[in-house]
């Protein structure tokens, strides 16, 4: 059988010939990132054949001297024969080298937590010893002493710690520790031990994102969080986005392949999280997952079409608790795998978490806006008075999705871009230093605000042909600026915007811009109104916050009411892991929030074409640009 060298990995594995690449990839442990869910049509994952040759099926997607350099596009490629194969950084999802919503153990453990209240505790049991005729069984006397110890509460016992019972009460003399998982309503026995355990009680924070997925691992005694690790979703090898992957699922055998990619994920990073801690995978006796709609269905093995399709409702908002042994997760195996409610179809678990790090969910008078930006916008706003939420669809651009060059915040980004006035030069600076392989949202953003306040943008998203720059590429109607130019990037190939990519992002922005004024027009509320505004994700940590506004993508208001949050669901996950406080504000809010569906209300695309300029077809709501434009600045 054929072999198959992976470079910079170092792994190597032998596959039948004919064997497509990307799965000979993934037997070796490596995620090849396919933006276009494996269809060959964006070009995104592309390697680079080092020795031997593979089987390609013919597409337009690279130039011939390209192919003579050995670059190909993995998902159209097979193996033939023996080959060594390079997989740039880029394109290599199976851990990334740079997230944007990096956390790093707290050092302040009950950050955010009033009391401690967590959904997993160790207990330490003396049970009374048998005794002769007593007609008792240790089941039974185990209960009563959980019984005297809960106030009357008698968890749950499962099969596994009832087959390790007999040998931990006999082990010390009946004294035993306990793990303890879940609320009042359902609280179990996970493990039991014969006298005392040597670490506390463990449990994770999940937050299963559709790019990225971030864990934590936390000691639930003390608050503090002891490692936390982040990935790449593996899912993104059958699609970029949530429509894409509910397209993919539409089979049971790509509905479990799905479930899968995203156990296997979050197992891959808690195991490190846990190797990073040095304890036991064991010692974990709970968790708290928070993701989309879609992300909670995928992860269930739960059809989502339904999602999708008018009248659009999802097969489950709230899910009950689990074990880990049901999801096939790697804690101990009766640990209680809780989850943060979603709201609708395309507002979940992910924002009601996120939320719980702003005063929205408490007692704030003003009102608040909350945005999430991602492949969705969800947008949540409201005071202690009401909740409204709603989501759209902005597309990957901003994450690199649909834009030529684009790639997503990983080393070889260009990340921050300023572009010079009177010749349109640009420069930029690159994630992790170095030659640039492609260019993230936050860079993407600086490019178009950079380009049109310097008078080489109209407007409609047009280069200005009446102005000569050896940057701006004129060919017929078409059109592109030259962001690095050969032999300057990492591929040796220029990075190119065309008039194309410049669309996608205004389409994107637009989506987002319209989506919050339409639901604030709803409330009878303007942007002027707001008291806060909340920006979330990895996003806001590279934003720049004038750019972001020039160009229309945030409403044009006092700078000092933005506040950047970054991974809030991960963070709201872990209140909610640790506090009932917590876990009750987060399930009173989801209860209490208006989901509205933007495809439902006629001035949507009023608004969302209305939006389609830079920044909007209305100067009026863009005062400060309005006046650099006046200014010529």
């Known amino acids: 059988m054929p072999t198959v060298d992976f470079l910079p990995a170092g792994m190597t594995v032998e596959v039948a010939a004919g064997t497509a690449l990307v799965e000979a990839a993934r037997q070796a442990g490596i995620s090849i990132g396919l933006p276009c869910g494996g269809h060959g049509t964006c070009g995104k994952c592309r390697v680079r054949v080092t020795r031997g040759t593979l089987e390609v099926k013919p597409h337009a997607l690279t130039s011939d001297e390209e192919r003579s350099q050995g670059w190909e596009i993995a998902c159209l490629a097979s193996v033939a024969s023996d080959v060594t194969v390079l997989i740039p950084q880029e394109v290599d999802a199976s851990h990334p080298a740079w997230l944007d919503d990096v956390l790093t153990p707290s050092d302040e453990p009950e950050r955010g937590v009033r009391e401690l209240s967590p959904l997993g505790s160790r207990l330490e049991l003396v049970v009374q010893a048998p005794r002769p005729a007593d007609g008792l069984s240790d089941l039974d006397r185990l209960r009563r002493s959980l019984s005297r110890a809960l106030d009357g509460r008698v968890p749950e016992v499962p099969l596994r710690v009832l087959r390790a019972l007999p040998e931990a009460l006999r082990a010390a003399d009946g004294r035993v520790t306990l793990s303890l998982a879940g609320d009042d309503a359902s609280l179990r026995v996970v493990d039991c031990i014969g006298g005392r355990a040597q670490v506390p009680a463990l449990g994770i924070a999940v937050d299963l994102g559709t790019t990225t997925i971030a864990v934590q691992l936390i000691d639930l005694e003390s608050g503090k969080v002891l490692a936390t690790r982040n990935g790449y979703n593996a899912q993104i090898a059958c699609g ?31 195991l490190e999280a846990a190797a990073d801690a040095g304890v036991a995978p064991s010692d974990a006796v709970c968790g708290r997952i928070s993701g989309n709609t879609v992300m909670m269905h995928l992860l269930l093995g739960v059809k989502p079409e339904y999602i999708r399709l008018d009248p659009y409702v999802p097969a489950v908002l709230s899910v009950a608790h689990l074990t880990a042994k049901e999801l096939g997760l790697a804690l101990n195996p009766d640990a209680m795998i809780s989850f943060s409610p979603c709201v609708g179809s395309y507002v979940g678990g992910d924002i009601t978490a996120g939320l719980l790090i702003t005063d929205l969910v408490r007692d704030r008078e003003d009102i608040a806006l909350f945005l999430d930006v991602g492949t969705n916008g969800e947008i949540v706003a409201g005071n202690r008075d009401f909740l409204m939420a709603c989501a759209c669809s902005a597309g990957p651009a901003f994450e690199g999705g649909g834009i030529e060059n684009g790639m997503r915040a990983t080393v070889g980004a260009i990340d921050h871009v300023t572009i010079d006035r009177a010749s349109g030069r640009a420069t930029y600076t690159v994630i992790g230093g170095g030659l640039p392989a492609g260019i993230c949202g936050s860079g993407l953003i600086d490019l178009l605000s950079g380009l049109f306040l310097s008078g080489w943008l109209d407007p409609a998203g047009r280069f200005e042909r009446s102005r000569k720059s050896a940057h701006i590429r004129i060919d017929g109607r078409r059109a592109s ?153």
């Open 481 to 633: 600026y030259i962001l690095a130019a050969e032999g300057q990037t990492l591929s040796g190939t220029a990075i190119l915007i065309s008039e194309n990519d410049i669309e996608n992002l205004m389409r994107a922005k637009a989506a987002i811009y319209a989506a919050a004024a339409l639901m604030l027009e709803q409330a009878g509320l303007g942007f002027d109104s707001l008291g806060a505004f909340y920006v979330a994700g990895g996003f806001g940590r590279r934003l720049n916050l004038d750019n972001a506004i020039s160009i229309g993508l945030l409403p044009d208001i006092d700078p000092e009411r933005f506040f950047y949050l970054g991974n809030a669901s991960l963070e709201g996950t872990r209140l909610a892991l640790l506090s009932r406080e917590h876990r009750d504000l987060q399930k009173a809010a989801a209860e209490r929030m208006t989901y509205l569906d933007l495809s439902a209300l006629p001035g949507y695309m009023d608004h969302y074409t209305a939006a389609l300029f830079l920044p909007h077809t209305d100067l009026g709501r863009f005062p400060r640009q309005r006046t650099r434009l006046r200014g010529g600045v």
């Open 240 to 270: 970029l986005d949530v429509i894409s992957r509910i397209n993919y699922a539409a089979r049971p055998e790509r509905l479990e392949d799905l479930r899968i990619r995203a156990v296997d994920s979050i197992n891959r990073l808690f």
